[in-house]
């Protein structure tokens, strides 16, 4: 059974920086999609990016380029995202998810990711 733990969430200043990390499980993630996205209170949940386990090529949102990057190590079967120059509007849960089906066009839709961790949060304060 797949399994994704999220960790790494908690406040941070305007500027600063976290990683998040996501330790998967269950089976072999090297032919998947691997995505983060993000959800503030009264909004959609929103991409921020991916990353194709396989090949390592990597998306981001608009909003986050340059700031995030999102990386895996093999070895951990983790995938993580390194969130730098934070800012208050960067606030949400943060949730990390496996796309078994995907294309370059899918990456940024969250219905096409199969299976989500439990969240974490980050809070950025001004």
């Known amino acids: 059974q797949v399994q994704l733990v999220e960790s790494g969430g908690g406040l941070v200043q305007a500027g600063g920086s976290l990683r998040l990390s996501c330790a998967a499980s269950?089976?072999?993630?090297?032919?998947?999609?691997m995505g983060w996205f993000r959800q503030a209170p009264g909004k959609e949940r929103e991409f921020v990016a991916a990353?194709?386990?396989?090949?390592?090529?990597?998306s981001y949102a608009d909003s986050v380029k340059g700031r995030f990057t999102i990386s895996r190590d093999d070895a951990k079967n983790t995938v993580y995202l390194q969130m730098n120059y934070l800012k208050p509007e960067d606030t949400a849960i943060y949730y990390c998810?496996?796309?078994?089906?995907?294309?370059?066009?899918?990456?940024?839709?969250?219905?096409?990711?199969?299976?989500w961790g439990q969240g974490t949060q980050v809070t950025v304060s001004s």
């Open positions: 269950g089976r072999t993630f090297s032919g998947y999609a």
């Open positions: 990353l194709r386990w396989k090949i390592g090529s990597t």
């Open positions: 998810a496996a796309a078994v089906f995907y294309s370059t066009a899918t990456l940024t839709n969250a219905d096409w990711y199969a299976y």
